[in-house]
Every structure is written in C-alpha cells, then in structure tokens.
C-alpha cells in the first residue's frame, strides 16, 4: 500500500485537463479521490481521467481541497488528488443520479454498481466512501444499507460549493453533476483506522422538539424555533428572525442531539441551522423529529483546529499493532473551516509537524457521513473523520 497526494493548480482552466493527463502518465494507481474548488470545468477533468482505466472519485469542496503533506500546506487547492496504489487490494466506483431515482433507490443503485466495479459484488467491503449531494443524506445511507446492512462502516462528506447556492458537482466515469451519488466499495489489502467526531461541548440549554418535517424546526418548546434558538444564544441571530441566511453565525452554536453510547457515556450528533423562513421555522442541515431532545452546543476555533489531529490520532489508535499509516482522507465541515478562517492554516502546519511523513488530503464539506461512537452510520453536521490507510 502506498498512497500519494498531487496538488494541481488552476488558474488556466483551458489548461486543467492536460494537467491532469500529466499526473498519471507514468504509473496508473488503483484508486483516485479528488476535490477541488465548485468553479473547476468538471467536465473536462471527468474527460481527462476517464481516458485511464482506475476508478475514480472528484467532488467540489468549499473553497478548494485540503492538502498537507511533506512539501505542501495548503486550505485552498484548485485541485488535490488522493492516490492509492495498492495492487493486491480492491477498489470500486459507482454512481446513480437523484433526477431519476429516489435517495434510498440511488445510494442502493450506486453501491450495487460500486460492488460489481470492485469485481466483489458479494463480498461486504471494509469500507464505504461516499460523495453525497446535500439534503437527503440519511435515506441514501438507508439504501445502502439496504445492499450491506448496518456493519459496513460509511465515511465520507456532502459536496459543497463557495456559496451555499447548489453549484456543487461529482464527477465519475460515468456520471457528471449536482445530483450525483457516487460510492467507492474499498476492500484495501491493509487495515484501515477510522474515526467520527466533533469539536464541540453541550451546554446546560435543552430544547424539545415540538413541531418538525425533515429538517425544519418548526416550534421548540412550544414556541416558534428561531425564536427560542435566538434567546438561547443572546440574540444571534436576532436580524435574520423574518428570514435569511444564518449558516456563519450559528457555526459556534449549532444543536446536538444526544446519543447514548452501549457505557452510558452520551455523545452528540450536531445539527447546523443555515436559515431561518419568513414563518420563524429554522432550516437545519441535517433531519430531526419531533419529540427529540436538542441541546444547545459551543465551540471555538481553538477546540475546532485542535479536533483534527484528535481524530487522526483516534484512527491511527484503531490499527492493529505494527501496521504503519501512510496516508488520511480528512473530512472536514465547511461550517467549521469558515469558522476558524485564516487559523486554518496553522491547523494544517501542526498535523505537518505531528504527522511529518503522513499525506492528508480531504475537502470541506456541506455535510459529513461517519460510523458513530455507537456504532451505527450517521449524517451529521460540523463533524470531523479521518480514514488512516496503512501498509
């Protein structure tokens, strides 16, 4: 196993596509992963990598991908490419489009195709990594589960653009656009390390769930949503109570919602406000239901950069002994990477020096999917993951 990080800059777009052509002339790996900023021609790189014969991933990212190896640091690549050579492993693609099929039906499709792709179509993987269009996150890892169960472990983000306006996009051999669902079904010769969290803490503030459809909170407590979020958080966001965009101003207050661990221990799911209807309802990234417990979380952006190198150390814990990691796919919450700004960048130059030899590479995301501490697979908002490959 030996993964490799590229960095490909863009300014020329007309360019980008021999760019791309470039990196992958001399040794062809088993597996790309890729993202970059909203505004790349995804066209022409689906073009470009559909000319090799590997299976391959490339989904948007809020303002460019993340990369941090031995010679690069940086928050905000036009293009990065995580590349897994691993001969004696298997890996495979698939994809399926919501314009045609419901969420359940397209994240089933799309893994069914992945499977087949991988030459393994009966053989649980060790892994699903996944590239989601925003909004109907839980029924696709419903369909997916539906061909694995619930085991298998899903990690992965939802694709994002600069602008929360639905510029984002997935590229695969066969499928290009918005509405793209694509899988990889990763059976790697090696252990993985995989690890789940958030860098928040709740606060003694609990709300009941007492009017929702989906991911609108209608009422809390009996009183409209916005409202009682807004007292709660010392007017945050007092000018957008008659409508607007809230996402940057609740990224240091999100909800949790709590989860009982098989100790006792309670962990916390988080769940972004990004606006707020005309009515008072509270749009939210993520599902909630009525009767639900919410709890008010906080966080700052030094619990926000110090969480990554957590969560890769978690995953690298979860190796079996002797093996070492030779590469991480980070995601990382676009919430959040707007939240700490420019400190962005001194996170990534302390996982340099705390993972010198260790490329890391991942995008920032409308939305993370992970194997919780309680064992299942959840969609949840502001979350961090890491995937540690090892050899």
Known sequence: MQINTVEIQCADHADVANQVAEVFAEKLPSLVIGYGNSTLPFSEI????????????????????????????KAGCDLAFFCVFDGEGAYGVGSANLSENSPFQAG?????????????????????????????????????????????????GSMADNTVEGSWNTVTHNAYGPQTVAVVAMYPSPPLGMSYSSGYMPTETEFRVSKAHGRQLVELNGSSASHVYNQATNNLIEEQLKGGQILGLTSSAPLGRPVEL?????????CHPDSVDENGTLNVFSEVKENDTLVLMEGSIASLTSRAQRVINNAIMLLPENRKPVGVLMIYCAGCRLMVGDEIKQMLLSLQAEFAS?????????????????????????????IVFSK
């Open 46 to 73: 689906q073009t470009s990598l559909a000319a090799f014969h590997f299976p391959f991933i490339v989904s948007s990212s809020c303002l460019g991908a993340l990369l941090c190896d031995s010679q690069t640091v």
């Open 108 to 156: 089933a499709s799309a893994l069914l195709s992945a499977l087949e792709d991988a030459g393994r179509p009966y053989e649980s993987p060790a892994l699903i990594w996944c590239a989601l269009p925003p909004g109907e996150e839980e029924r696709i890892l419903e369909g997916f589960a539906s061909v694995v169960g619930e085991n298998v472990p899903v990690f992965g």
């Open 262 to 270: 098989e100790d006792g221990a309670i962990n916390y799911l988080l």
């Open 358 to 386: 260790l490329p890391i590479c991942g995008p920032f995301t409308f939305g993370e999917q992970g194997r919780f501490l309680d064992g299942k697979n959840r969609h949840g908002n502001l979350m961090i993951s890491a």
